[in-house]
């Protein structure tokens, strides 16, 4: 049973587009959510977080966007560049079992020239 | 640049045997964990840790085992590998509740059993 879903699984942007990767959950005791990304042969790294009681998390060229009554938030890559190529996963933190990251399935995204 | 370490890089190794997997970390965290990840992506909670003396399983059933026996050192066991274990293996630290920090991660040991 996946408890964050992500979708797509794969992306292919041009340099200086908008990258947009969507993640949903229903355990409504989530109450974080980072996104981590991670480069080949590389573990993940936190690259941007949000708590549920804001609507909005911007961070240079990211974004994170949250709907709590969708249960739903989205990672937006402005102006994308290829260094942003790498996989991206959503991640949620319930306050139940607060050292636990769940995962999202992944999104592998290539910018290309 | 996180100093979390996780030997070896890479590991091929034959059925049956046994194999320890490595992580150390110098941050002085308490909390450790083990992720399986798939070659699809997907990560996997295996094995985590509040701290010296305390081990649990994660959410994913894994045949391995782990120990903390020490504060930096967090390593995973498996008694006899078989090609099912065959994946990458990440370990990662943090300084407190995953609701206020993130998790550090080392480079991943890729393992194939043949």
């Known amino acids: 049973q996946q408890q964050v879903k992500q979708s797509p699984q794969s992306l292919i942007v041009q340099k200086g587009g908008i990258s947009i990767i969507n993640c949903a959950y229903e355990?409504?005791?989530?109450?974080?959510f980072p996104w981590y990304q991670q480069f080949p042969g590389k573990g993940p790294a936190l690259l941007i977080a949000?708590?549920?009681?804001?609507s909005e998390k911007k961070e240079g060229r990211f974004t994170i966007s949250f709907n709590k009554s969708a249960k739903q938030f989205s990672l937006h890559i402005m102006d994308s560049q290829p260094g942003d190529s790498a996989t991206y996963f959503c991640?949620?933190?319930?306050?139940?079992?607060?050292?636990?990251?769940?995962f999202g399935t992944g999104t592998r995204l290539q910018v290309t020239l | 640049e996180a100093d979390i370490y996780q030997t070896p890089r890479y590991l091929v190794i034959g059925t049956g045997k046994k194999i320890t997997l490595e992580c150390s970390q110098t941050?002085?965290?308490?909390?450790m964990y083990w992720y399986q990840q798939d070659p699809g992506m997907e990560l996997h909670l295996i094995h985590y840790?509040?701290?010296?003396?305390?081990?649990e399983k994660g959410d994913l059933s894994s045949e391995s085992t782990v120990s903390r026996i020490r504060t930096e050192h967090f390593p995973l066991t498996l008694e006899s590998a078989r090609p099912s274990h065959t994946s990458q293996y990440l370990c990662?630290?943090?300084?407190?509740?995953?609701?206020?920090?993130?998790?550090?991660f080392g480079q991943g040991t890729r393992l194939t059993v043949v």
């Open positions: 941050m002085g965290h308490d909390k």
């Open positions: 840790s509040y701290g010296v003396n305390s081990t």
């Open positions: 990662a630290s943090s300084d407190r509740n995953l609701l206020n920090t993130e998790a550090f």
């Open positions: 949000i708590r549920p009681d804001v």
């Open positions: 355990n409504t005791a989530f109450d974080y």
């Open positions: 991640a949620a933190v319930s306050t139940g079992t607060a050292s636990k990251l769940t």
